[in-house]
Each structure stands twice: as C-alpha cells, then as structure tokens.
Nanobody, 121 residues
C-alpha cells in the first residue's frame, strides 16, 4: 500500500506564505502525477495544482502566479509553495497521487489526510 502524509499547514496572515509538503511512503513501485486539492467549508473539493512525473505543471486560475508546485522524485514528495495568501485560500488542502504499489498490476489514486490552511488577520 501507499500512504500520503501532508505537513506544513497552519495559520498565516493575509499576504503571508506557507509551504506544504506531501510525502508518499509504503510499498511504492512508481508515483506518477501528483496534485494538491483544497476544500473550503460548504464548498466542493477543487484542484489547485498538478505536476507530472516529468515536471509539467498546471494551476487553477485562482492561484496562478501565487502558488508553485514542485516535486522531488527521489523522495516521492510533492510541495506547494503558497505566497501572497488571501483569506479565500482558507481550506483543508489534500495531496493526491497516482501510483503503483509494489506487486500491483494497475495504478491507483491515493489521498492524504489533509492539512488545514487558515489565512486570517
């Protein structure tokens, strides 16, 4: 099995920065695309940013120019650098990865437990 563990959330003032991390562990054969989603209270979960194993990225319009997704393939870890944070960025942020566990025939989607990001003065 593959586990994803996020870290780096917290409380930050508007205009501040946070860096989220998500490490994949367990019986991993290969990790493919990795993504960050977020879900604010009363709203649907939305895609924030994604990165392929080759490093290609895409972002939601709401975060373009402010957030940067990156990954360290050797560590099976994805990062989300969040700058110029706004109150509307407040949400639980979830890590998602497509991966193949050791011995598995097919890839599966894996989710982390989520980390709270609160932007408030």
């Amino acid at each position: 099995q593959v586990q994803l563990v996020e870290s780096g959330g917290g409380l930050v003032q508007p205009g501040g920065s946070l860096r989220l991390s998500c490490a994949a562990s367990g019986s991993i054969f290969r990790i493919y695309a990795m993504r960050w989603y977020r879900q604010a209270p009363g709203k649907q979960r939305e895609l924030v940013a994604a990165i392929t194993s080759g490093g290609s990225t895409n972002y939601a319009d709401a975060v373009k120019g402010r957030f940067t997704i990156s990954r360290d393939n050797a560590k099976n870890t994805v990062y989300l650098q969040m700058n110029s944070l706004k109150p509307e960025d407040t949400a639980v942020y979830y890590c998602n990865a497509d991966g193949t566990a050791a011995g598995a025939l097919f890839a599966s989607a894996y989710w982390g437990q989520g980390t709270q990001v609160t932007v408030s003065s």
